[in-house]
Structures are given as structure tokens and as C-alpha cells.
């Protein structure tokens, strides 16, 4: 259930972003399409932030204290450019246009996300 939550909250934060931020853009013919398209893309983007993030983040751990941890904005930028990509390949229309708009389309969905965390209940500090 608990992931279920997640990608809908990922889904809305995307919507989110799309509403913001010029040049994050979901395309489909009614609102049904746009929902599942944001659906899916939240999936792409919840595995690629569980399978990449931590690897880079172990990698390029000199990089994350060299900059007081600045360069997350940068590698979340990256990572919603390759979920782009990717949902691009599944067919999903949903488009990213360059790195500035995925810079501050991952600050968007960082944010909606965390407080959509904050205000739902039931989430991970239930794990008795």
C-alpha cells in the first residue's frame, strides 16, 4: 500500500512541476491519459531514483561534501531528464526540454513531494 502512496505522490508532484515549470510538458487527449501517463512516469522516476541515486551518491560522495550537498540539485536535474528519456521510450508523452527546466522541475517535485509526505499519514515511520 505504502508504495502505492509513493507513486501517487511522485504523480502529483510531477503534475505540479508541469503546471510550474515551462518547458515539463504532458501531453495526452483527456484528463484520464494525463493522469496514467503521470502515473507511469512516477513509476520510471521512483525506479530510477531507487536504482541510480544511491549509486551516485556513493560514487560521487567527495563531490556531495565538496559542495554541501549542491550538487543533489544537479544529479535530481539529471535524473528527471533521464526519466524523460525513458518514458519517452515507453511511449508515456511526457517531455523534459533541457536541463534548466529539469533543474528546477526536480526542485518542485522535491518539494511537493516531501510536504505531500508530511500532510499524508500512515507513511514510513509506521514500520511496528
Not at 2 to 18: C, H, M, Q
Request: negative net charge.
Amino acid at each position: 500500500m505504502r508504495i502505492i502512496i509513493k507513486v501517487a505522490i511522485t504523480a502529483v508532484a510531477l503534475w505540479v512541476a508541469e503546471l510550474l515549470i515551462r518547458g515539463i510538458t504532458v501531453t495526452g487527449d483527456s484528463a484520464g491519459r494525463r493522469a496514467l501517463t503521470l502515473l507511469g512516469v512516477a513509476v520510471i522516476f521512483g525506479v530510477v531514483n531507487a536504482v541510480l541515486k544511491p549509486i551516485i551518491k556513493t560514487l560521487g560522495c567527495a563531490f556531495y561534501v565538496l559542495t554541501l550537498g549542491l550538487i543533489g540539485l544537479v544529479v535530481n536535474a539529471l535524473l528527471l531528464l533521464l526519466t524523460s528519456y525513458l518514458a519517452g521510450r515507453f511511449d508515456l508523452p511526457f517531455h523534459v526540454d533541457g536541463f534548466w527546466p529539469a533543474f528546477w522541475g526536480a526542485i518542485v517535485v522535491g518539494v511537493v513531494g516531501w510536504l505531500l509526505h508530511v500532510l499524508i499519514p500512515g507513511d514510513d515511520d509506521e514500520d511496528d
